[in-house]
T-cell receptor, first 114, second 116 residues
Framework: AQSVTQLGSHVSVSEGALVLLRCNYS??????LFWYVQYPNQGLQLLLK??????LVKGINGFEAEFKKSETSFHLTKPSAHMSDAAEYFC????????????FGTGTRLQVTL | KAGVTQTPRYLIKTRGQQVTLSCSPI?????VSWYQQTPGQGLQFLFE???????NKGNFPGRFSGRQFSNSRSEMNVSTLELGDSALYLC???????????????FGPGTRLLVL
């Protein structure tokens, strides 16, 4: 079974600092990986997804993630944090052939301070 | 294009009751998936419906069931509610294309269920 592990349940950065949220995956087949963001009292919004087309994936709101097979990682980054980035971020993996069945990590809550 | 809508947004029930949640997918989307989100277990896949048929199922007891109508709207039912069923229930829709094609799932705002 495929799975993802998010390291760090809480991450705090200063406004303008680099954001780095970590995600490692476990998969016996090429994975399809996603990052979603959840703002308070809202559903999930897709930030970006990796489907093997390119290892560096650019998403919305200035976020990007790099797929590294050798490290089984798919970390999310943003060069400069903004207060509006404060939210919970989820890494997810789906099995090939079951695009509608996502397995999520436990989430990382990002706090942005002045 | 309107997004995924879920009704009701909030619900309070007591143990032993049953509840039905509704999800209307994005126009043209034929796949609807349901997820349960709790602080303890996180986000867990319940099931997926495509063309009125359950296509995938997660590891939840039979008290959790669903259905999909010909217009792709979906309902989820939980019978004999337990305190542990208190959660945010999220619905997601996608086009539902051929197996192997990776599509994007679009999530609704969720229904927050509180079981007392």
């Amino acid at each position: 079974a495929q799975s993802v592990t998010q390291l760090g349940s809480h991450v705090s950065v200063s406004e303008g600092a680099l954001v780095l949220l970590r995600c490692n995956y476990s998969s016996s087949v090429p994975p399809y990986l996603f990052w979603y963001v959840q703002y308070p009292n809202q559903g999930l919004q897709l930030l970006l997804k990796y489907t093997s087309a390119a290892t560096l994936v650019k998403g919305i709101n200035g976020f990007e993630a790099e797929f590294k097979k050798s490290e089984t990682s798919f970390h999310l980054t943003k060069p400069s944090a903004h207060m509006s980035d404060a939210a919970e971020y989820f890494c997810a993996v789906s099995e090939a052939g079951t695009a509608s069945k996502l397995t999520f990590g436990t989430g990382t809550r990002l706090q942005v301070t002045l | 294009k309107a997004g995924v809508t879920q009704t009701p947004r909030y619900l309070i029930k007591t143990r032993g009751q049953q509840v039905t949640l509704s999800c209307s997918p994005i126009s043209g989307h034929r796949s609807v998936s349901w997820y349960q989100q709790t602080p303890g277990q996180g986000l867990q896949f319940l099931f997926e419906y495509f063309s009125e048929t359950q296509r995938n199922k997660g590891n939840f007891p039979g008290r959790f069931s669903g259905r999909q109508f010909s217009n792709s709207r979906s309902e989820m039912n939980v019978s004999t509610l337990e305190l542990g069923d208190s959660a945010l229930y999220l619905c997601a829709s996608s086009l539902g294309g051929l197996a192997g094609l990776q599509e994007t799932q679009y999530f609704g705002p969720g229904t927050r269920l509180l079981v007392l």
